[in-house]
């Protein structure tokens, strides 16, 4: 049954460049009731997209748009704008989706577009970042949930998982056991989202109301880095998640 003090679910497109398993954990969640939102469509700039496939099965709109296809970045994101606008989507994903946005795209959809980013940001925007974790000596890593903004990797930060690095570890090994809690952060990011309970004001994350100082943690599926009453209601998502 859904609960009248909820906003509607905001419909919700997704942006993939290929494999998609967060896009795919996203959609289960919310399917499942998990995740308040009602994502309508995926959209990748590769038409091969492994993850496109998986959106298919699972009852979503899918569309490809080849950005080879385009003269230029700001040609391929009207066109890209075009395609996401047919769906009047409330809330866009960002899910392993490889390209660099214009600010004209980007302030189009200022304040309901989310990426998620296989790092503890502000350290290593762009690539490579397990590889670049393990060379710095690190003993933590982990990935963050963030508002989008024109600057790549930089939006303001809603929630981040913290992974402790091992000895032993390769960047594959890294990856895989970051990967592990990209889906839980991406699901309750996007359901606190859906509940209206965050969202981007001036610049900055508002959580309840509140201006956000720092990310909350996610830590052995844990939530913390927030007062008792905030991590109270926040935990509401964490409780059902896998
Ligand atoms: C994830 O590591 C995500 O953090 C990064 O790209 C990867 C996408 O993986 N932005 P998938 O396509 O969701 O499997």
């Known amino acids: 049954m859904s609960d009248p003090a909820l906003p509607n679910k905001p ?17 289960q969640a919310a399917q ?12 990748s700039n590769r038409p091969q997209a492994q993850g496109l496939a998986a959106a298919e099965k699972l009852g979503l709109d899918t569309q490809r748009l080849d950005h080879t296809q385009f003269d230029s970045r700001e040609q391929f994101d009207d ?28 302030a189009r959809y200022e304040g309901r577009m989310l990426n998620i980013h296989p790092s503890l940001l502000p350290l290593y925007p762009g690539l490579n970042t397990h590889q670049r974790a393990l060379d710095a000596g690190d003993t933590e890593h982990g990935a963050t949930v963030h508002f989008v903004t024109a600057t790549l990797d930089s939006g303001p930060l809603i929630v981040q ?17 970051v990967l592990d809690t ?35 943690k996610y830590r052995n599926g844990q939530l913390y880095g927030a007062d008792a009453p905030c991590l109270e209601k926040l935990n509401l998502s964490l409780a059902p998640q896998s």
């Open 32 to 43: 499942e009731g998990r995740c308040h939102i009602d994502p309508v469509a995926a959209i």
């Open 182 to 216: 990209e889906y839980p952060i991406y699901t309750l990011a996007a359901d606190w989202f859906g509940r209206g309970w965050v969202s981007m004001q001036a610049g900055k994350v508002t959580l309840f109301e509140q201006t956000l100082l720092s990310p909350i």
């Open 11 to 27: 419909r919700t497109v997704i942006l993939i460049s290929g494999r998609g398993s967060n896009m795919l954990r996203l959609v």
């Open 161 to 177: 998982s913290e992974v402790p690095i091992e000895s032993n570890d390769s960047s594959d090994t890294l990856a895989q056991r």
């Open 79 to 106: 066109a890209l704008a075009e395609v996401i606008d047919a769906y009047q989507p409330d809330l866009i994903i960002l899910a392993g989706f490889m390209r660099i946005l214009t600010e004209a795209f980007v």
